[in-house]
């Protein structure tokens, strides 16, 4: 077998490009997805299970994806059309879901048309962001992929910005920012029309300037020969799956939750800490609702500078767990910071954890799955490491509320606890020497 070939900084970045473009979807979705059920009328304490159903469907969905794509050959790619088949589905979402209170349906038929359209934009989302870390499985050598994750990392953090402050953009420019009782604003709905423009720009680029392997170069490059003796069959693959694989999970099960509470519960912590309110039918509401985007995209620059900072660590493990404690400080410090401005700080702190999140899993556990073949099976079954936290937390969410006293600000201390055990864990995985 061949040693795969350094790629060029071009190359790597042309690979990824088009994260840029499903990332502005992706936060506009984490940024606004509460945001927008609260003002169609969602109660705080069933807030949580609206975000079930999305990453159900991931679990679903993206094994069934990453093992189809290991089969698939075509003149167009082996994991870009499952790219561009994901893309177009969420750019046709992104145009309805946030118009779902204004097509004159009853209360009780808003929410299930509005818990389908995020269903299928969550589904279709994963299915164009996961090719991407299957390219990067299947081109980059081991001694590229952390810089190849960090260039994901950084146009996913890119993207981020743009999305999250797309709303506060279009308020400042003129756009109205209160709508009727139960209809989303119009700085939220253009946002998410600018958001699906961009992601079919951004995929079109990426399918146009990549050029897969074909199955001959494929083999070459990479240890394929039972992946044509057995089926693939997923209980077996997880049977023989590296013990990292599960411990780099248990890293993702805590991460995963915590990021989870904070799209949930967020834009209600700063409206509450901030400017003294759950009202989602106020003004104020609205208001921080624009501001909570614009957090959002300084924790997403501050995920761009540590990104580059990740590869500078003595080890990817050391970075993990520093970047996950610090998140867990800066989620804790959120109802704490009663100043607009001040809030500033926790979401600088909340990024370098992000920023992990999305370079060192990939990275540790594509390096672990090296000779193990079915590397794009492996890899959506990874994604159950992303989508089962996420369906517990949503579980529990309500009944954690709860018990902290219906004040969804003191959400965030819950998620900084996740990120600190996180962090703990992160010294469990065993790495190859």
Same mark, same amino acid.
């Given at each position: 077998?061949?040693? =795969?070939?350094?790629? *060029?900084? $071009? =190359? ?38 609206? $975000? ?46 946030? @118009? ?40 980059? @050598? #081991? #001694? ?34 209160? +709508? ?9 709905? $253009? ?6 423009? &961009?992601? &079919? ?7 146009? =300037? ?9 083999? #070459? ?11 693939? %069959? ?34 209600? +912590?700063?409206?509450?800490?901030? $400017?003294?309110?759950?009202? *989602?039918?106020? #003004? ?5 609702? %624009? ?18 900072? &990740? ?5 990817? =493990? ?31 702190? &909340? ?31 990874? %994604? ?43 010294? @469990? ?5």
């Amino acid at each position: 077998m061949k040693q =795969k070939p350094d790629l *060029s900084f $071009w =190359k790597l970045w042309n690979l990824s490009f088009g994260f840029f473009g499903v990332q502005i979807a992706y936060a506009l979705q984490s940024a606004n997805i509460s945001r927008i059920f609260r003002t169609l009328g969602a109660d705080p304490h069933s807030l949580s299970f609206f $975000w079930i159903l999305p990453p159900l469907m991931g679990i679903l969905v993206q094994p069934i994806v990453g093992t189809l794509s290991d089969r698939t050959w075509t003149r167009f790619g082996r994991r870009i059309p499952y790219l561009f088949i994901g893309a177009l589905t969420a750019v046709a979402v992104m145009c309805l879901l946030p @118009n779902a209170g204004s097509l004159g349906l009853s209360i009780s038929m808003v929410m299930i048309f509005g818990l389908l359209m995020l269903m299928l934009l969550d589904t279709s989302i994963n299915m164009a962001m996961q090719p991407f870390k299957m390219m990067v499985g299947d081109m980059v @050598n #081991e #001694e590229q992929k952390g810089k190849a994750y960090s260039i994901q990392s950084f146009l996913c953090n890119a993207g981020s910005v743009v999305g999250f402050l797309f709303p506060f953009i279009f308020a400042w420019i003129g756009l109205k920012n209160v +709508a009727p009782e139960g209809v989303v604003p119009d700085t939220v709905i $253009w946002s998410f029309y600018i958001g699906a423009a &961009i992601l &079919i720009l951004c995929v079109i680029y990426t399918t146009l =300037k990549v050029k897969e392997w074909t199955p001959e170069e494929y083999a #070459e490059y990479n240890p394929v020969s039972n992946e044509k003796e057995d089926s693939g %069959n997923w209980f077996v693959l997880l049977k023989n799956a590296p013990s990292a694989f599960w411990r780099i999970g248990l890293v993702q099960f805590f991460s995963w939750a915590a990021f989870l509470y904070m799209w949930t519960y967020v834009v209600d +912590a700063v409206s509450i800490t901030v $400017w003294d309110t759950a009202d *989602s039918a106020s #003004e104020a509401y609205q208001v921080a609702g %624009n501001w909570t985007g614009v957090l959002y995209a300084i924790q997403a620059m501050s995920s761009v500078a540590w990104a580059a900072l &990740i590869p500078r660590f003595k080890s990817i =493990k050391l970075a993990y767990a520093v970047s996950m404690a610090l998140g867990g400080l800066g989620f804790a410090l959120i109802p704490f910071c009663p100043g607009q401005y001040l809030q500033i700080v926790p979401f600088l702190f &909340i990024g370098c954890a992000w920023a992990a999140q999305l370079a060192c899993p990939f990275t540790l556990v594509t390096n672990a799955l090296q000779g193990y073949g079915h590397m794009g099976a492996y890899l959506g079954l990874f %994604n159950g490491t992303i989508c089962v936290p996420q369906i517990v937390a949503a579980l529990l969410g309500g009944s954690i509320l709860t018990l902290v006293g219906s004040n969804q600000a003191y959400m965030m201390i819950v998620s900084g606890i996740l990120l600190f055990a996180g962090a703990c864990a992160v010294f @469990n995985i065993k790495t190859k020497k």
